[in-house]
């Protein structure tokens, strides 16, 4: 706490424009979007919502590059006191939070899924009759043979565990040993050490991408698994490629991490862009592990 | 984007605000903000307000004369989220913003950029949200819990921008969230330790948090729902091994935690008021805080009380129906207290105090109604019928609502400089009170009975309250124009405010000057009062 005699100014900016362009921005986006979906969805032919997208996501692109550039601008002015670096060090860690939330929400699903409702539809328990609809079902996890086979029909196999998946922990994994490295490398001055372990830290992690990438590719074209291929097919693509968008964004973080390294920011003292997106790698490889046990290890 | 970066002056921030329009659009400051917020919150009262009389004018007898049915849905599906997410808590984000920088002496909200960012998303997303009415198939028509299926395999095309609304609204959130939390974590003034914190500021760090926890699991069953529409998954469609109870299951792990997120600032405001106008130290301080905590812990593990019909086990009824009776502890703890605030205090009845006592006896008869319903037999009855409408209209409108304008009137000689005109604020509480219990009370009855809600129509033997409940409807929605009066009046002039505003007031905002001026404990001050209330 800084006492009343060593008072540091809290840093307020007096006005800014960024906020208005990023709420416009995400707004383009997601009206954008919005059009994108229902214009397929009602079989029109129209590039409206294609281009409101596209809007959106340049606006907020800019708007974050500028948004960024000023923060790190500030910074370098000496702008910012310690306790203003500490409502970013809160900031980040809340937001992380509510990241571990929106994933609880799927895990949730999945375990909700997974423990009552594949026995309620085979009228397991107390749940006898709704055994009636459809009475060739026979509950079985991982579901391969979804209780409405003409609507979802069910993947002739799942993904093994122990293959591609596994290599994708031991990436995902490593990634968190040298982006720590990297961060050793800040906290001893060594920039050479700093730049080469977050660069590896960037491979493996557009690897873990590649590799999951052909991974999908493999279960739409070979296994027949698709997002439409009943309850399995569902969490196991909306849990993997939630988390795949995170391992995506973290890449990026790092991308940008490492080109501020090139330039020469960060010092042992002052590198908390750094260690923000480094909470945010770890955060998103604790999220796989728990996706690597429970839906690939023991989903199959 | 070079226009996009702004210049820095480092002197910048002792001057007072910008002219024109565009101070709003740019503005950093927790008060303008804060402002914002308010009027955002007020316009979308009136916007609820007017489908609320809608609604009303449609049941005012049987049959249907005003509204088609397929209208009557998308009524009080808007109603329903345009209040909750617009009007509610958009207005306590609005004192949050306002008050919690001067409660805690500090400068300002500790992440201004991005407190402007929170505010300005809203007025995009409910644009959004309202322009479903003119869309084809028209708004949203499956109420405001959106339970699937209805809100994915029938639902309208407008379905997809309810849910990207929603998106914007809980981004929104979240952001506002992070920066009340950071603010009262990191910036309050030195001395001003927790337990000196006024519990306006507590209820706040603790709704804060339910915000983050909850608003995400919000977004995920909006990501759902999304899914299972245009791209063919199956988490609600039992044909696909999913169940459209996981719906239920996802949403009111975010639902319940929810309707304490629009309560808890409430008991905020009011324990700041008691004390004020009963001239006595907030009885039970502590007990208040912890009983607080109690109830957001409580919140994320009684969620199925919403869902006793749906066909879950026995023991989830069981378990459910006693969680949630254990809420009635924490939060009889703070009715005691309150009335032991008052207790042998020497009271005076100023519009602020006239709010929050109607508060505390309005929004106990909302809690008694609760507890029939956490009730699971009982429930097998009361469970979707005007019962539920009368309970939770009882905590929202005299509780989260009232505890808001108790708020506006206490505070706004600090904002404005201006006392109102406490002759027709009290004008304007004795209308909305009369004008919600009589809205109000009479549900209870025809839910009793059996009237089932949402429904345009409904059989003979409920017309008679269903008038009464009406008339009270339109009493109570055109008091709110008289408020509105009132605090254009007060902005404009009126009587000076003194610093202290009010006699029995404690605490670091009435410290400062009336209006507070534009930039606040730049230093910090030096004298951190004790807990009051």
Redesign the interface.
């Known amino acids: ?4 005699d060593a ?1 540091e ?16 921005g ?2 383009l986006t ?2 954008g ?2 059009n994108m ?2 214009e ?3 079989g029109v032919d129209s590039v409206f919502g294609e281009i409101v997208f596209l809007l959106g996501g340049l606006t907020m692109a ?2 974050l ?3 960024f ?2 923060v790190i ?2 910074n370098h ?1 000496k ?1 910012y006191s310690d ?1 203003m670096n ?2 970013y060090v ?2 980040m860690s ?2 992380i ?3 571990v ?2 994933f ?3 895990f ?2 999945l375990f ?2 997974r423990f ?3 026995d ?2 085979g009228g397991v ?3 006898g009759p ?1 055994d009636m ?2 009475p060739e079902y026979v509950p079985h996890w991982p ?1 391969v043979n ?3 086979p003409e ?2 029909p069910g993947p002739a196999e799942i993904i093994n565990p122990w293959g591609l998946p596994l290599l994708n922990t031991i990436l995902l994994v490593s990634s968190s040993f040298t982006v720590t490295l990297a961060h050793h490398g800040i906290k001893e001055g060594n920039r050479k050490k700093l730049v080469n372990w977050l660069a590896l830290t960037v491979i493996l992690g557009l690897t873990f991408l590649v590799v999951q990438g052909y991974e999908y590719y493999h279960a739409y074209q070979d296994l027949g698994l ?3 291929s ?5 969490t196991f ?2 849990l993997t490629g939630f988390h795949g968008a995170h391992v995506t964004l973290g890449t990026i973080m790092l991308i940008v991490m490492l080109g501020r390294a090139l330039k020469g920011h960060f010092e042992a003292d002052d590198c908390f862009g750094f260690e923000a997106a480094s909470w945010y790698w770890h955060f998103v490889d604790v999220v796989w592990l728990g996706l690597f046990i429970f839906v690939y290890v023991l989903g199959s | 984007m070079s226009a996009v970066i702004e210049e820095h002056h480092p002197d910048d921030h002792h001057h007072g605000p910008d002219k024109g329009i565009m101070r709003w659009v740019f503005t950093t400051n927790h008060k303008d903000i804060g402002t914002l917020y308010l009027w955002f919150s007020f316009a979308m009262f009136l916007f609820g307000g007017v489908m609320a009389l809608c609604i009303r004018a449609e049941l005012f007898q049987p049959g249907l004369q005003i509204v088609s049915p397929e209208l009557f849905n998308q009524l009080t599906t808007m109603h329903g989220l345009v209040m909750v997410f617009g009007a509610v808590m958009p207005a306590f984000v609005g004192l949050a913003n306002w008050l919690v920088p001067m409660m805690i002496g500090a400068p300002d909200m500790a992440l201004p950029r991005m407190n402007n960012y929170s505010f300005w998303i809203l007025p995009f997303a409910f644009s959004m949200l309202a322009s479903t009415f003119l869309m084809e198939g028209g708004a949203p028509n499956f109420g405001w819990t959106f339970y699937a299926p209805l809100s994915t395999d029938f639902a309208p095309p407008s379905v997809t921008f309810f849910i990207f609304a929603v998106h914007m609204m809980g981004i929104s959130s979240i952001m506002g969230s992070i920066n009340v939390i950071v603010t009262i974590l990191n910036l309050r003034a030195p001395g001003m330790t927790l337990m000196r914190m006024p519990l306006f500021v507590w209820t706040w760090l603790i709704t804060a948090y339910l915000l983050i926890a909850v608003m995400p699991v919000l977004a995920g069953v909006v990501t759902m729902m999304l899914m299972d529409i245009h791209f063919g998954t199956a988490f609600f469609n039992a044909g696909g091994g999913g169940d459209p109870v996981l719906f239920q299951h996802v949403f009111w792990f975010f639902g319940h935690p929810e309707v304490y997120i629009m309560i808890l600032p409430a008991f905020g405001v009011v324990s700041a008021i008691i004390p004020t106008f009963a001239r006595k130290k907030l009885f039970g301080y502590d007990s208040m805080v912890y009983a607080s905590a109690s109830i957001a812990f409580l919140s994320f593990i009684v969620w199925a009380h919403h869902m006793f019909t749906v066909g879950i086990p026995l023991a989830g009824e069981l378990y459910f129906m006693y969680a949630t009776m254990l809420i009635a502890v924490p939060t009889g703890v703070k009715v005691f207290n309150w009335v032991a605030t008052m207790w042998q205090g020497s009271m005076t009845f100023e519009t602020p105090m006239l709010f929050a006592i109607a508060f505390v006896i309005l929004f106990t008869i909302g809690g008694f109604s609760g507890l029939m319903l956490a009730i699971t037999p009982v429930d097998f009855q009361y469970h979707d019928t005007y019962f539920v409408v009368a309970h939770f209209h009882y905590v929202l409108v005299p509780g989260s609502v009232f505890a808001i304008m108790a708020a506006v009137y206490y505070w706004i000689p600090k904002w404005t400089g201006n006392m109102y005109n406490e002759p027709l604020g009290k004008t304007h509480f004795w209308l909305s009170f009369i004008g919600v219990n009589i809205t109000f009370f009479p549900q209870h009855f025809v839910g009793l009975a059996g009237m089932p809600r949402r429904i345009p129509d409904y059989a003979l033997q409920f017309a008679d309250w269903n008038m009464v409940s009406s008339c009270g409807a339109f009493l109570f929605g055109f008091s709110q124009l008289l408020f509105l009066f009132i605090v254009i009046q007060t902005v404009r002039g009126g009587k000076p405010a003194t610093e202290k505003v009010w006699e029995g007031a404690h605490g670091l905002e009435w410290t400062i000057p009336s209006p507070a001026p534009y930039h606040t404990f730049s230093t910090p001050p030096k004298e951190i009062p004790e807990a009051h209330g």
């Open positions: 706490m800084s006492t009343q008072y100014e809290y840093y307020v900016p007096h006005n800014s424009k960024l906020p208005i362009f990023a709420s416009l995400i707004f997601v009206f979007m919005g979906f229902n397929t969805k009602a800019a708007t590059w500028a948004w550039s000023v601008r500030e002015q702008l306790q500490r409502s809160w900031g809340w937001f939070f509510s990241e939330m929106f609880a929400a799927f949730g699903a909700y899924v009552f409702v594949v309620w539809i328990g107390d749940r709704s609809i459809w579901m979804p209780p409405n609507l979802f698709t997002l439409a009943g309850i399995f097919g569902t693509f909306m």
